[in-house]
């Protein structure tokens, strides 16, 4: 075939090509453009927070990170415990038993071996990536969420946090309804609805046996203090906070301050570390700086605040800080600013 047939050829077929794709292309739109421009936008938005560590506008982990955040975060240490990450250095448990004093504890080991018979043992929320974005809200006690109206917003996010008792009927207005994980101790313990995980925070060996025992045959009745003996909960949905992360909190976080973290602290850095975007909400005083809980009468200051193992004001100086450097969104009450 002569070259300018050939040439003649390839034109006539790019020109026919350009022709019927601009007219399927016209029609498709025409049709529905809103539908064609909405997933060329997906495309456009996947693509651009795919390259990111998570699929959010902004990841908790960024890769040029503050030097103070990335000194302090680890994302490799899993907050929660397995059969497979419950074995501790000498160093951890000999600390975690001095808590509480625990002079005499039964064997660790073996302990954790009877839990995990009985509650699931498999590692969750290990699963940072590009295409993860996990919203987080962790809802504190404080009095200044009283008169807040923040409910909806806390009931927006996909995992909501919260600890000891917070009671939510009443209060719905200001601290939302939904409950997803429920941090708590056997003193500090509340019946849970079938849905929420309940979190146990353990301070000791007997904190372990006690779980057991609340959700099944109610025999131990005190630890260094009465406890309920029985609890409502599904045992399906239990988790335990590790003590190797409860000391790297206490190590990396708190740089020692304190006897141990609050459990408030210990329910923020388990947010840090499952999700990417995080939400506090109810910490700190209220607008008249008053230490107290939402549900209290008792507006007299220091309710809750200077307990004698929780350093609180280094655990809210960290938690402002967290906040000035854009990695939690704090809410600080019906008259406080949010950052």
Known sequence: MPLNKQRKLKTFTLLFFIISFTTFLFTYTFRDPSLYFFKYALRLSDNFFSKGPCACPRCMMEPEDDPWFAERFNQSVNPLMTRDNSVLSDETLAWWQWLQSERKPTNFHKVVRD???????????????????????????????????????????????????????????????????????????????????????????????????????????????????????????????????????????????????????????????????????????????????YWDDNHLAGAFRFTGVHDGDYEYNVTLLLADKHKIRMFKGRSGPVQ
């Not at 500090?188 to 079938?194: E, M, P, R």
Request: proline share 4%; charged share 20%; with cysteine.
């Open 115 to 293: 839990v995990f018979h009985f509650i699931p043992d498999e590692a969750l929320y290990m699963d940072a990536g590009p295409e993860r974005c996990r919203t987080c809200a962790v809802v504190g006690n404080s009095g200044n969420l009283k008169g807040s109206q923040y409910g909806a917003i806390i009931d927006s996010s996909d995992l909501i946090i919260r600890m000891n008792q917070a009671p939510t009927m009443g209060f719905e207005k200001d601290v939302g309804s939904r409950t997803t994980h429920h941090l708590m101790y056997p003193e500090s313990a509340v019946d849970l609805d079938s849905t929420t995980h309940l979190v146990l925070v353990p301070f000791k060996t007997l904190d372990l046996q006690w779980l057991i025992s609340a959700l099944t045959t109610g025999t131990i009745k005190e630890t260094y203090m009465p406890v309920k003996t029985t609890i409502k909960a599904n045992k399906d949905k239990v988790l335990i906070y590790s003590p190797a992360f409860f000391k790297y909190v206490y190590d990396n976080w708190l740089e020692g301050h304190g006897r141990y973290p609050s459990t408030g602290f210990l329910s923020l850095m388990f947010a840090i570390h499952i999700c990417d975007k995080v939400s506090v909400f109810g910490f700190g005083a209220d607008q008249r700086g008053n230490w107290h809980h």
